[in-house]
């Protein structure tokens, strides 16, 4: 079921730093059931440890995004805000999105509003069969800003699997970042 995602674990085994599923397969692991097709797999990594990928991405074609459009990465170049994303391919065809998260001291932080933090001692999340992903608040938050179709389905699917302190520091993140989200109307009932 989650054999994609049991891939990667195995293929991260070598990368000394934090990791986590991310997006609608983060959501599917907290749930514990694939509840939907995935057009991609992605892996958010801290920004501070992204040559660290550098041993995993031996032999991989990598781009990141500008303008939203795919540029080479000289993969001696640091990647500084506003580039985010890091698109890796392997020759057999396997691509990676790879996001870069920031961090102030123990504190994870919002790229889109830095006012928005989480504790880095609470992103320790893992599915049953040991694979890191992301914090479903946290997926949700960065969800909120274009919210599609796949979008909506996720936050009705996981609703009830989250527990009271995820929703509230959900609803205050979507208080202070989109402060008229069709989700808070859930979220404050």
């Known amino acids: 079921m989650f054999d994609e995602c049991l891939y990667l674990k195995n293929w991260m085994n070598q ?29 958010a990594i801290f920004r501070e440890d992204q040559r660290l990928l550098l041993p995993q991405l031996s032999g991989w074609e990598a781009v990141y995004m500008k303008d939203k459009s795919p540029v080479p990465w000289d993969k001696e170049q640091w990647l500084s805000p506003p580039i985010h994303e890091i698109h890796a391919f392997s020759g057999e065809g396997t691509e990676i999105e790879f996001l870069l998260n920031e961090k102030k001291h123990d504190r994870w932080k919002f790229s889109r509003n ?19 992903y ?41 208080m202070h970042h989109h402060p008229h989200h069709q989700w808070l109307k859930r979220l404050l009932y």
Request: avoid cysteine; glycine fraction near 6%.
């Open 114 to 132: 830095e006012k928005i933090t989480f504790p880095i001692t609470r992103m320790n999340l893992q599915s049953e069969q040991g694979i890191p």
């Open 134 to 174: 992301l914090n479903p608040e946290i997926v949700l938050l960065y969800k909120a800003k274009h919210t599609r179709e796949r979008d909506l389905e996720d936050f009705d699917n996981i609703f009830v699997y989250l527990n009271e302190h995820q929703k509230e520091w959900l609803k205050q993140s979507l």
């Open 15 to 43: 990368y000394s730093g934090r990791w986590w599923i991310a997006g609608g397969w983060a959501v599917d692991l907290h749930i514990g059931e694939q509840t939907r097709e995935h057009k991609d797999i992605e892996i």
